[in-house]
């Protein structure tokens, strides 16, 4: 970024912060990473280029499939790669890394949907993911709550009704009732595992004027009961209600939400996300992390919608980071909820919910405006699109928008695409569209999402397959905090389609299923290719950066159930180990080049 850019962004979140809320109990400020004094050494000038051996790489270089060595500069560039004589014969004075003994090198791992400070505050908050019963979400929240002072909001995330096994009906919310025995004072405020709903107690629910309970927001729903009370729950936008209550994070929050991200991402063996939704605090932030020489990610940022850093980027242009750390060249907009809280928008009634069709959150013109605005500053626009009818929305819009538009970036997105209708899969190819899908959504909504559809819609649901026949191209991801950011289990999902205890047997609907290398791709070349950046990562070879993982297995020859037994031994950012298995946090490294 340049000065002048970088002067305006600092400037921009001035003017955003100015009336922003900070909490005074913040934990202190994390100190920065420390280099060891041996990387000091091999950072020097006579140290300049390292050299894997005896190792076994998978390139996903169609050139060059598989090879024995690769060589890289301190600076991140990968110089040759091949046998460990055809390396060390153009290398001889590298530093020399042995791997001879197990395991497998591959791409950095890309994610190409994440949240990356939702995670960090998920971190930070109550963790609900994998609760079976109301009993135990209470439990763990009161366990969090004794370490919060008195007045703090007690906050949380993934509870998902259908896992319950004390709810009466997969279809029923719960309600605030539930959380006011434990926590008849303090505001509680749980989001679903999707990020599209929450759940309040009573004392949060009576912070809100009577008049903001009246009606339901445009886009969002609030849940009542038969006498037409607010049960607790909100529903996509009707969420925001509750959330503009709450106190802002301060900035040191923010900074240890973001550490703690960064710590769980590259010790899972992802090189680069793409973030789902960027604020311009955000941007900023991850901008300073870079200049502390704390970044180890490299970001791929798509600006919130129509806010601050999407009229920050349409004002002052796309911000590309020198060191490709950080790029923001995208907007992610919406157009529907999520299937799990029936939020997602479908052209005919939900099989399980006769007369309900989810939310809509923009209609076809409205869209329409929003996208070609967008593709008219440069960006690569990506849509959060679910329900069949939001694909169908998408499609139109993006149709007359690239209509409308002389120039625009390409490579435009459906992010989801979960439930489709059979010719979604033609149209998306003849716009040059990306299909941004994550396998685990698939796995973790098998045991309900027929129930949601029915049997007829659900032939195109989660249908990786479908879109690769029609040449639409894929980028796999993981959606966290809503699923694990751990991609294994994501390639275990889109080869098998079954869940950790192998079923169903055959796989849910195995037509849809990918081959490991398709799936590999996905998450490596497929998402550097939605992220514009083919040409630097998402495979080695010659020429590109030196982002790379070291697994204990090779995950292209092992039966996929061993995907969920692997472990990433090493991660390498730029030609810089920023994780290693079994050594602290205080002893990794930074990933700056020098």
Same mark, same amino acid.
């Given at each position: 970024?340049?000065?002048?850019?970088?002067?305006?962004?600092?400037?921009?979140?001035?003017?955003?912060?100015?009336?922003?809320?900070?909490?005074? @109990?913040?934990?202190?400020?994390?100190?920065?990473? @420390?280099?060891?004094?041996?990387?000091?050494?091999?950072?020097?000038?006579?140290?300049?280029?390292?050299?894997?051996?005896?190792?076994? +790489?998978?390139?996903?270089?169609?050139?060059?499939?598989?090879?024995?060595?690769?060589?890289?500069?301190?600076?991140?560039?990968?110089?040759? +790669?091949?046998?460990?004589?055809?390396?060390?014969?153009?290398?001889?004075?590298?530093?020399?890394?042995?791997?001879?003994?197990?395991?497998?090198?591959?791409?950095?791992?890309?994610?190409?949907?994440?949240?990356?400070?939702?995670?960090?505050?998920?971190?930070?908050?109550?963790?609900?993911? %994998?609760?079976?019963?109301? $009993?135990? +979400?209470?439990?763990?929240?009161?366990?969090?709550?004794?370490?919060?002072?008195? @007045?703090?909001?007690?906050?949380?995330?993934?509870?998902?009704?259908?896992?319950?096994?004390?709810?009466?009906?997969?279809?029923?919310?719960?309600?605030?009732?539930?959380?006011?025995?434990?926590?008849?004072?303090?505001?509680?405020?749980?989001?679903?595992?999707?990020?599209?709903?929450?759940?309040?107690?009573?004392?949060?629910?009576?912070?809100?004027?009577?008049?903001?309970?009246?009606?339901?927001?445009?886009?969002?729903?609030?849940?009542? #009961?038969?006498?037409?009370?607010?049960?607790?729950?909100?529903?996509?936008?009707?969420?925001?209600?509750?959330?503009?209550?709450?106190?802002?994070?301060?900035?040191?929050?923010?900074?240890? $939400?973001?550490?703690?991200?960064? &710590?769980?991402?590259?010790?899972?063996?992802?090189?680069?996300?793409?973030?789902? %939704?960027?604020?311009?605090?955000?941007?900023?932030?991850?901008?300073?992390?870079?200049?502390?020489?704390?970044?180890?990610?490299?970001?791929?940022?798509?600006?919130?919608?129509?806010?601050? $850093?999407?009229? &920050?980027?349409?004002?002052?242009?796309?911000?590309?980071?020198?060191?490709?750390?950080?790029?923001?060249?995208?907007?992610?907009?919406?157009?529907?909820?999520?299937?799990?809280?029936?939020?997602?928008?479908?052209? @005919?009634?939900? #099989?399980?919910?006769?007369?309900?069709?989810?939310?809509?959150?923009?209609?076809?013109?409205?869209?329409?405006?929003?996208?070609?605005?967008?593709?008219?500053?440069?960006?690569?626009?990506?849509?959060?699109?679910?329900?069949?009818?939001?694909?169908?929305?998408?499609?139109?819009?993006?149709?007359?928008?690239?209509? #409308?538009?002389?120039?625009?970036?390409?490579? !435009?997105?459906?992010? !989801?695409?979960?439930?489709?209708?059979?010719? !979604?899969?033609?149209?998306?190819?003849?716009? %040059?569209?990306?299909?941004?899908?994550?396998?685990?959504?698939?796995?973790?909504?098998?045991?309900?999402?027929?129930?949601?559809?029915?049997?007829?819609?659900? &032939?195109?649901?989660?249908?990786?397959?479908?879109?690769?026949?029609?040449?639409?191209?894929?980028?796999?991801?993981?959606?966290?905090?809503?699923?694990?950011?751990?991609?294994?289990?994501?390639?275990?999902?889109?080869?098998?389609?079954?869940?950790?205890?192998?079923?169903?047997?055959?796989?849910?609907?195995?037509?849809?299923?990918? #081959?490991?290398? &398709? $799936?590999?791709?996905?998450?490596?070349? %497929?998402?550097?290719?939605?992220?514009?950046?083919?040409?630097?990562?998402?495979?080695?070879?010659?020429?590109?950066?030196?982002?790379?993982?070291?697994?204990?297995?090779?995950?292209?020859?092992?039966?996929?159930?061993?995907?969920?037994?692997?472990?990433?031994?090493?991660?390498?950012?730029?030609?810089?180990?920023?994780?290693?298995?079994?050594?602290?946090?205080?002893?990794?490294?930074?990933?700056?080049?020098?």
């Amino acid at each position: 970024m340049n000065l002048c850019h970088r002067l305006l962004l600092a400037a921009a979140i001035l003017l955003a912060s100015l009336s922003a809320c900070q909490q005074s @109990d913040a934990p202190p400020k994390p100190a920065a990473t @420390d280099i060891t004094a041996d990387e000091r050494k091999d950072s020097s000038p006579a140290s300049t280029v390292t050299a894997l051996i005896n190792a076994r +790489i998978v390139t996903m270089d169609d050139e060059q499939p598989r090879a024995q060595a690769m060589a890289f500069t301190s600076a991140g560039e990968i110089v040759a +790669i091949g046998s460990n004589d055809e390396v060390l014969a153009a290398w001889p004075e590298a530093k020399q890394v042995d791997l001879r003994h197990n395991g497998v090198v591959i791409p950095g791992l890309i994610d190409a949907h994440g949240h990356i400070m939702n995670l960090g505050f998920a971190l930070l908050n109550a963790d609900l993911v %994998g609760t079976s019963s109301v $009993a135990e +979400i209470i439990q763990r929240l009161q366990h969090h709550a004794s370490h919060l002072p008195e @007045d703090a909001w007690l906050l949380g995330r993934g509870w998902d009704q259908n896992d319950w096994v004390d709810s009466a009906s997969t279809a029923a919310f719960p309600v605030a009732e539930d959380l006011d025995q434990a926590f008849p004072q303090r505001p509680v405020w749980l989001e679903r595992i999707d990020g599209h709903a929450g759940w309040a107690n009573s004392a949060a629910l009576a912070l809100l004027d009577d008049e903001q309970l009246l009606a339901d927001p445009d886009g969002g729903q609030i849940i009542r #009961s038969a006498d037409g009370q607010p049960t607790g729950v909100f529903i996509d936008k009707a969420q925001a209600l509750i959330e503009a209550l709450i106190p802002a994070p301060s900035a040191a929050l923010r900074e240890q $939400a973001l550490t703690l991200a960064l &710590q769980q991402l590259r010790s899972l063996g992802l090189t680069g996300v793409h973030d789902a %939704g960027t604020s311009l605090q955000d941007l900023q932030l991850y901008q300073d992390f870079i200049d502390s020489d704390r970044m180890t990610l490299r970001i791929y940022a798509m600006a919130d919608g129509e806010r601050a $850093a999407l009229q &920050q980027l349409c004002s002052n242009g796309l911000l590309v980071d020198p060191d490709g750390l950080l790029q923001a060249r995208a907007v992610k907009l919406y157009l529907d909820g999520a299937l799990g809280s029936r939020g997602a928008a479908m052209v @005919d009634d939900y #099989s399980d919910q006769p007369g309900h069709r989810g939310l809509l959150f923009a209609d076809v013109e409205t869209f329409t405006a929003q996208v070609a605005s967008a593709m008219r500053c440069g960006l690569q626009v990506n849509t959060h699109a679910i329900g069949d009818r939001a694909n169908e929305v998408l499609l139109d819009a993006y149709a007359a928008a690239m209509a #409308s538009v002389d120039e625009h970036s390409g490579r !435009h997105r459906i992010e !989801h695409a979960q439930i489709v209708r059979a010719d !979604h899969y033609q149209r998306a190819a003849e716009l %040059g569209l990306i299909a941004s899908m994550q396998p685990t959504h698939a796995t973790s909504d098998m045991y309900w999402a027929e129930q949601r559809v029915g049997p007829q819609r659900i &032939q195109h649901g989660y249908a990786w397959q479908n879109f690769g026949a029609a040449s639409v191209p894929l980028a796999l991801g993981s959606d966290f905090p809503v699923e694990s950011a751990d991609p294994l289990p994501g390639l275990y999902a889109a080869i098998t389609r079954q869940d950790a205890e192998q079923w169903p047997q055959d796989g849910w609907y195995p037509q849809q299923r990918l #081959s490991r290398e &398709q $799936a590999l791709h996905g998450f490596t070349l %497929g998402a550097a290719y939605a992220g514009f950046a083919e040409q630097q990562v998402g495979s080695l070879r010659v020429g590109k950066q030196a982002d790379f993982v070291w697994l204990d297995r090779d995950i292209l020859r092992i039966e996929p159930a061993e995907l969920l037994q692997t472990s990433v031994l090493e991660t390498w950012l730029a030609g810089r180990r920023v994780y290693s298995r079994g050594v602290t946090e205080a002893q990794q490294v930074s990933a700056k080049p020098d």
